[in-house]
């Protein structure tokens, strides 16, 4: 299956925004709609998701520090499932990028910070 980009995801919910106002549907979220079209339209909505997401923390976080000569040796990082670690004194730069990243392809986020 070819990876979805950020733009092509919004599209496809729109899509479903649509398709839903079209046939009065109001059980449905717009993801379902598409999902449960008879054309198969978009199965894999969940992995596509997830793939969109982790390119925007690593192709967008991780490397905007990884390309910083000063952070690059500076901020610890680490990736755990769904998380991203690092030590307290760096957990707003990185909440800050996180958003960046995000507001970028025109997306809200809220990201809960955990301190252990």
Request: no cysteine; charged share 30%.
């Amino acid at each position: 299956m070819e990876r979805q980009s950020v733009p092509r995801l919004r599209r496809l919910y729109f899509a479903g925004v649509r398709r839903l106002k079209k046939e009065g549907n109001t059980t449905l979220s717009p993801f379902e709609a598409l999902r449960t079209d008879a054309k198969g339209l978009y199965a894999g909505l969940s992995k596509d998701l997830q793939r969109a997401e982790s390119n925007l923390i690593f192709n967008g976080v991780v490397n905007r520090i990884r390309m910083d000569p000063k952070l690059r040796k500076r901020v610890p990082l680490f990736s755990i499932h769904d998380s991203l670690l690092t030590t307290p004194e760096h957990i707003d730069l990185i909440d800050r990028y996180i958003h960046d990243e995000f507001s970028k392809s025109n997306l809200t986020i809220q990201t809960t910070i955990t301190r252990y």
